[in-house]
T-cell receptor
Framework: GAVVSQHPSRVICKSGTSVKIECRSL??????MFWYRQFPKQSLMLMAT?????????EQGVEKDKFLINHASLTLSTLTVTSAHPEDSSFYIC???????????FGQGTRLTVV | ELKVEQNPLFLSMQEGKNYTIYCNYS?????LYWYRQDPGKSLESLFV?????AVKQEGRLMASLDTKARLSTLHITAAVHDLSATYFC???????????FGTGTRLTIIP
C-alpha cells in the first residue's frame, strides 16, 4: 500500500504553547487528508477533512481556531494545536487518499502530551 | 447519521479457539474496512470489503460483508497469541468518503 508519513511521533509541550504535526504522502498525491483524534482506550474520532487548496471541513464540536489545518500541497497537510492544554493530550492520526472510492492510508500517529 | 456498533468490546480467548467479532452499521455504505491496532501504534489495514457477500481471508482471519443486513464479521480461526490487538471496523459514509469507526474490540489471546 501507499505510504503516509506523520511527524513527530511523540511530542511533549507546555500548556499554552502551539504544536505542529505534519502528514505527508510519500508516493502518491493526496487530494484528501483526514485528521483523527484517539483518546486512551477509545475509538478514532474524525476531527476534520482537508482538501488540497481549500479550507478544511471540521466535524461538529471541533474548534477550528484551536486546531488549524493547512493542506497547502498534494503531499502535505499540517495540524497545528494552538494554545495547547492538558485536555488536548491525545493520539492524533492522519490519513490520506488519492481519489474518491480509493482506500485512505494512515500515518504512524503522533502522541501529544501537554504538561 | 451513520452509526457503527461493534461487539464484543472485550474478548479474551484461549489459543486454538475460534471466535467472531461483529460490526453493525446503520445506513447504506459501499465500503467497509477492518483494521488492527497494536498498543501505542497506528492502524494496520486488514481487509476492504466492497460488495454484498464479499469474503476475504488472510491467515487466521476471515472477514465477510452482508450489505442487506448491514453486518460485517471478522472470524478468527485457531487463535494464536500474535493476534492479540484491538480490532476496528470502519464504514465509509456514502457520498462524502468519511470513515466512521466502530468502538473497537480488544482481543486478548491467552496461552
Amino acid at each position: 500500500g501507499a505510504v503516509v508519513s506523520q511527524h513527530p511521533s511523540r511530542v511533549i509541550c507546555k500548556s499554552g504553547t502551539s504544536v505542529k504535526i505534519e502528514c505527508r504522502s510519500l508516493d502518491f498525491q493526496a487530494t484528501t487528508m483526514f485528521w483523527y483524534r484517539q483518546f486512551p482506550k477509545q475509538s478514532l474520532m474524525l476531527m476534520a477533512t482537508s482538501n488540497e487548496g481549500s479550507k478544511a471541513t471540521y466535524e461538529q464540536g471541533v474548534e477550528k481556531d484551536k486546531f488549524l489545518i493547512n493542506h497547502a500541497s498534494l503531499t502535505l497537510s499540517t495540524l497545528t494545536v494552538t494554545s495547547a492544554h492538558p485536555e488536548d493530550s491525545s493520539f492524533y492520526i492522519c490519513s490520506a487518499s488519492s481519489d474518491r472510492n480509493t482506500e485512505a492510508f494512515f500515518g504512524q500517529g503522533t502522541r501529544l502530551t501537554v504538561v | 447519521e451513520l452509526k457503527v456498533e461493534q461487539n464484543p468490546l472485550f474478548l479474551s480467548m484461549q489459543e486454538g479457539k475460534n471466535y467472531t467479532i461483529y460490526c453493525n452499521y446503520s445506513t447504506t455504505s459501499d465500503r467497509l474496512y477492518w483494521y488492527r491496532q497494536d498498543p501505542g501504534k497506528s492502524l494496520e489495514s486488514l481487509f476492504v470489503l466492497l460488495s454484498n457477500g464479499a469474503v476475504k481471508q488472510e491467515g487466521r482471519l476471515m472477514a465477510s460483508l452482508d450489505t442487506k443486513a448491514r453486518l460485517s464479521t471478522l472470524h478468527i480461526t485457531a487463535a494464536v497469541h500474535d493476534l492479540s490487538a484491538t480490532y476496528f471496523c470502519a464504514v465509509v459514509n456514502f457520498g462524502n468518503e468519511k470513515l466512521t469507526f466502530g468502538t473497537g474490540t480488544r482481543l486478548t489471546i491467552i496461552p
